[in-house]
């Protein structure tokens, strides 16, 4: 039989990871043995402290060519996103909350989106519809995700049914939540570590917005002095991705999760257009954002809305 390949997107988060392995077991209950998840990309400490922490492996990175191979995407649509060859490939289901864009299908499909904080709270929905059981394993993982995209339910991205899942998730996994969410948020923020290009890359997205080319990234943090400290080397690999000639803007975006505040820094052509889309004036490059901790829901729309 041939398998089904499961993915979220490139430069994964926890959600991208643990979804794809929730969707894997939803798939098997469902009567596909054939399906498996996998990774566009490296796991992040966040992700491993999740998944070691609930005993999970971590999905297979893809390697294979998906030219008519059966496929079902996972947080994310927009093919910029997804596998490089998924154009060619056979999209089974997408399962989403994020705006859908750059995405067609030759054939039929199923595709269930929801503007909810995360994609694992539509998996637990699935789940619950089809009165599923939910492993304390794939609760803990379905939990984590919610954590890690609702930045511990802070985030204007969640909402009371993302809330809801938790509160139960939290019985099913048999950890509370505030107190396993804080640690594996923490896992997740030390960027003393990492080099320049690790930092700028982890969790960075591409996005088509009018006429630029704008690659966001977002690191967490609990010190925002740890990032600006390295301020210099961070705009040096920004460059260099830059020349690269693929983006027009780049916009790494450093959270402070314990405050839920955000500083910006920015770089590439017309730079001053971001700075503007926030209201705020780029100083050396940076602006401190207030109450901004969603990409989504915070970053892109205003961006969008200047640059077009
Ligand atoms: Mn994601
Ligand atoms: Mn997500």
């Not at 599923?132 to 794939?138: A, D, G, L, T």
């Not at 690790?198 to 960075?204: G, L, R, T």
């Not at 010190?223 to 040096?236: C, F, K, P, S, T």
Request: net charge negative; with cysteine.
């Amino acid at each position: 039989m041939a398998s089904t390949y499961i993915f979220g997107h490139k430069s994964p988060d926890t959600d991208a990871i643990n979804s794809a392995i929730i969707m894997a077991e939803f798939e098997r209950l469902n009567g596909n043995d054939s399906a498996k998840a996998y990774r566009l990309g490296e796991l992040n400490p966040e992700t491993q402290y999740a998944l070691d922490y609930f005993k999970a492996e971590a999905p297979e990175l893809l390697s294979d060519d998906l030219t008519d191979k059966d496929v079902i995407l996972v947080d994310h649509n927009e093919f910029q996103q997804s596998a490089d060859s998924i154009e060619s490939a056979n999209i089974l289901h997408v399962v989403d909350h994020h705006r859908i864009a750059n995405f067609h299908t030759a054939a039929p499909l199923y595709y269930r989106a929801e503007p909810l904080g995360c994609t694992a709270t539509i998996l637990y929905k699935m789940f619950k519809e089809k009165e599923f059981e939910i492993k304390p394993q794939i609760a803990g993982l379905m939990l984590s995700a919610i954590i890690s995209d609702s930045l511990l339910f802070k985030s204007p991205t969640c909402t009371e049914q993302d809330k809801a899942a938790a509160q139960a998730l939290e019985n099913l996994a048999g950890v509370n939540a505030q107190e396993y969410g804080l640690e594996m948020l923490k896992a997740g923020a030390s960027t003393v570590d990492k080099s320049p290009v690790e930092i700028i890359n982890a969790d960075a997205k591409t996005f088509e917005m009018g006429d630029y080319s704008v690659r966001i990234g977002q690191v967490n943090t609990v010190d925002v002095n740890e990032i600006l400290a390295r301020q210099a080397e961070l705009e040096q690999a920004i460059t260099e991705t830059l020349s690269g000639a693929e983006y027009d803007i780049f916009v790494l975006v450093a959270t402070d999760i314990l405050n839920s505040d955000s500083t910006i820094l920015v770089l590439g052509k017309d730079k001053d257009k971001i700075a503007k889309a926030f209201d705020v004036e780029l100083d050396n490059n940076t602006a401190f954002l207030p109450g901004v901790v969603s990409r989504k829901k915070q970053i892109v729309p205003p961006i969008t809305a200047a640059l077009s």
